[in-house]
């Protein structure tokens, strides 16, 4: 990590917003501790607090999106930008949602993604372009034609592709954010380290 931790659990603050907002971080997290990121975010309180609102929507209100979908998209970022941090949270996720052993080696697959590549690699149609879509997102910022209508393809809805979208684009800023100041000090180590 490039700068310290704030201390865990952080000190009572005498300003009643600032406790307010390490209280609602801490909710959000129960039963599980305050993790490095919210410990480095927390020498910010602001941005700790839109961060955790903002995250807090996408992790659990994104609710059109099944976990194996939002856990493989956001597994794709972390392998793109190699945040190791953000793989090792987020690869048992889809495996616990069901991507198997395959499924999760062409996740973490070197190189660009070509949605109009034969075969899933062990996903289902929907799971490999939803990780195209990903890596595309993720690569590029600008996502092309023929990859966005596969998604609109597999999609039930327009609130699905907005989902889908909000979550890959929130994981980048995340990784970035981890990868910058190398939160969990993951950088450098590879998906197959970071446990």
Known sequence: MRLPYTPNPPPVSSDPEEASIVQRIQARRH???LQ??????????????GWNSFLGAIRTRTTSIPADLREIAISRVAVVNRAWYEWMHHAPLAVAAGVGERGMETVKRDGALDVEEEG????????????CYADEMTRNVEVNDKTFQRLRG???SEKEVVEITAIVAAYNCVSRFLVALDVGEKNGVGPDAAH
């Open 31 to 33: 039963p599980r501790p």
């Open 36 to 49: 490095p990121l919210d410990l480095t975010l927390l020498h910010s309180p602001a941005v700790a607090d």
């Open 120 to 131: 899933f690699g062990g996903l289902s149609e929907k799971q490999w372009v939803v990780l």
């Open 154 to 156: 597999v999609m039930e």
